[in-house]
């Protein structure tokens, strides 16, 4: 796989240099308020859309942590997805927790399964981890179906979950209740997930990626660098899959099959690795919206129309949709300001 | 003149206020649209074509110059056998599209999912090919419906066959431990009424590699009937291995498991002949239905509208069953489309024959009865082919 060497410093060399943090912080908050109003501007079944997108954004973020920034590939993290709704299933259904917590019991659940596979997990490295956490995947269904957990899991039924929306003074229905949940989970994920990844944390994640002996001569804990990335990209698919769990009202072990793994590493890779937000972002809309659009094209051959669709993003931009965005972006202000960028070479 | 153009006019006007149709969203003058969600890609893909099929049929209708002068529009939408896309594609046809009613979705877990949305949204979710128990809940569920008949009606009609012919026998019981399994046992030992009649039951879980020590344990247990609750792999694995350690009885295979190439031919057809199973459709490769005009008919839409049929998958013939039926209440309902319409008269059906159903079985529901088809012939596998015996067995 090629990876784009991802500059430590980006965002804080160049001419834009001065201007460009605070023009960024502004874009985050710009990006939040249309998030917001779309509650009211957006109706029952594109705001549940827009809460699975979000959801799997969320996913997809933690997971291109692992494998954009720490060069790890897993292909089970649809596992932590379904253990996330699962959990958030249960504790609505047992419990009676509001939904709109759920995902942070979700998330230690999640983080707990995830520390306790990772510690042995990671000391296998590339194809050997994702053959791993492919295994994962693969026993997932079974186990949800399994008679072992059926008083807890409902078995092949599945668990409906009883959501109330937000109290009546609100003004919200039930969609815009767990849409704004969505979207307070997300800018929640934007902001730790642009933290890391410019702190210390990403510089160990880049370097162990790039070179681990250099890496680990410079002082970074290698082990430790690669267990962070994967419990961080843990926790976001189990809130990810709390919140989806939550949109969809009900689980089933169907739900949760080994190509939802598949659908979240085609999010992550076809959104672009490396790109904090935008990638997951347009990842995750690619994974929702596009199967749709390509049954419209081919009905009953729609997954080589999707998978035409994905060789073609591919094949014009290993950075994806968020590099062809960029892209399109700064060519667009170029031409504006006369300058030229020299980010997109290769190195 | 002019004055009698407008006098017409305005009576027309008039008239047709008065007999204002009525509509809910999907219905118009000239068209009324409806949505199907079945597995197009995933695990379950080969059930998709019945999908295929309700679309073809409609086209055969649209054809014909539609229902009521209305053309039908059918949205075939794929689930991937996937709830939670189940539920995507459901809020699409309801909110997007804007579909009159859904019908004719496959398969359990994915109609669960949509369940509740579609009762809550009070849209007509109507014959489902599931056999699950559970759709027949006028009470709890009154917008949703299967076609099919249940697990429970089956089991339910072994029991009384049994009852009947056999009533000192001891019975062993081979299910397999999930939902399919348990409808089938429950209503059973319900209908049996003497559970010492149950010698023993013993229950297996998918994930096992063999069912020896049951077939051993059933064995053991005295029982001379074996009542065989399988999925197909086990259910070949069990007809063989009651074979091999010689345990002589008579068995009956639910009816899911009861294909030919995929069960009784693994299982070796010496081990299976004799086997008693239940149909309730009309197979197109049956010799005895060479001639029936039920069976010409399916043939002939076949081959002008369905090329994708199989005359080997039940589920292909059965939607067209279920189409007719869609056919019948569309135009029962004539200018007034509405859900609680469409419900009322799926709810209202008396002996209604719809192709391809044996003689003798007909669709009959009510506000409280949401089981349309209830009865069933049991059939016995001579060796070659299943044969029909006895009467049709009704059950409700």
Known sequence: MIMESTDMTEGRTGPHRNLSVPLARLGYAAALLVLLAATSGLEGYDLFLASSILSYAISAMGLNVLMGYNGQISLGHGAFFAIGAYTAAICIDRFAVPFTLTPVIAGIVGMGAGWLIGKPALRLEGVYLALATFGLAIATPTVLRSDLFAEWTGGVQGLFLGIEPAPEWMGLDLDQSIYLTVVAYFGLFAFLTLRLVQGLNGKAWIATRDNPIAARAMGFDVTRAKTRAFVFSVLACSVGGALQAVAVQFVAPDSFPFFLSIALFTAVVVGGLCSPLLGPLLGAAFIVLVPNVTEEIWQGGSWAVYGGVIIGVIAIQSRGLAGIMTGITSWVRDRITGQTTTRYERK | ?396
Not at chain 2, 47 to 74: E, L, P
Not at chain 2, 132 to 148: H, L, Q, V
Not at chain 2, 251 to 265: D, I, M, P
């Open chain 2, 1 to 396: 003149m002019l004055k009698s153009t407008t006098a017409l006019a305005l009576g027309l006007v008039l008239a047709s206020a008065a007999m204002a149709a009525d509509y809910d969203k999907g219905a118009s003058d000239d068209e009324i649209k409806f949505g199907t969600i079945v597995p197009l890609s995933g695990p379950a893909s080969a059930y998709g074509s019945t999908g295929t099929c309700i679309a073809a049929y409609f086209d055969m209708v649209n054809d014909r110059g539609g229902i009521n002068g209305r053309t039908v529009t059918v949205s075939v939408q794929d689930d991937g056998y996937n709830p939670a896309k189940m539920l995507e594609q459901a809020r699409r046809l309801v909110e997007r599209e804007g579909v009159l009613f859904i019908a004719g979705n496959i398969g359990t877990p994915t109609n669960s999912a949509i369940h509740r949305y579609m009762n809550q949204r009070k849209v007509p979710h109507l014959f489902l090919t599931t056999g699950a128990s559970k759709w027949d809940d006028p009470e709890s569920y009154p917008w949703t419906m299967p076609f099919i008949p249940s697990y429970a009606a089956e089991g339910r009609i072994y029991a009384r066959y049994i009852k009947e012919t056999m009533p000192d026998s001891m019975i062993g019981i081979l299910y397999q431990n999930d939902d399919f399994g348990r409808d089938y046992l429950d209503a059973f030992v319900a209908e049996l009424s003497d559970e010492s009649m149950v010698a023993a039951a013993v229950s297996y879980d998918t994930s096992t590699a063999t069912i020896e020590s049951q077939m051993s344990t059933l064995k053991d247990s005295g029982a001379d009937v074996f009542f065989n609750i399988a999925s197909p792999k086990f259910a070949a694995q069990a007809i063989r291995r009651a074979g091999e350690i010689g345990w002589d009885t008579t068995q009956f295979l639910v009816s899911v498991a009861n294909a030919k190439s995929a069960v009784l031919e693994p299982a070796g057809l010496a081990y299976a002949t004799g086997i008693i199973s239940t149909q309730y459709l009309k197979e197109p490769t049956n010799p005895a239905y060479a001639e029936d005009a039920d069976v010409a008919a399916w043939k002939e839409f076949q081959s002008t509208y369905f090329p994708k049929g199989s005359d080997g998958n039940w589920w292909d013939w059965s939607c067209y069953a279920t189409a007719y039926t869609i056919e019948h209440i569309l135009t029962q309902a004539g200018d007034v489309l509405t859900h609680e319409n469409l419900m009322k008269l799926a709810s209202n059906l008396e002996e209604f024959e719809a192709p391809m159903l044996l003689p003798g079985i007909a669709i009959t529901t009510s506000p409280e009865d949401f089981a349309p088809i209830e009865a069933m012939s049991l059939m016995k596998f001579d060796g070659e082919n299943w044969a029909l015996f006895g009467d049709v067995i009704a059950v409700d």
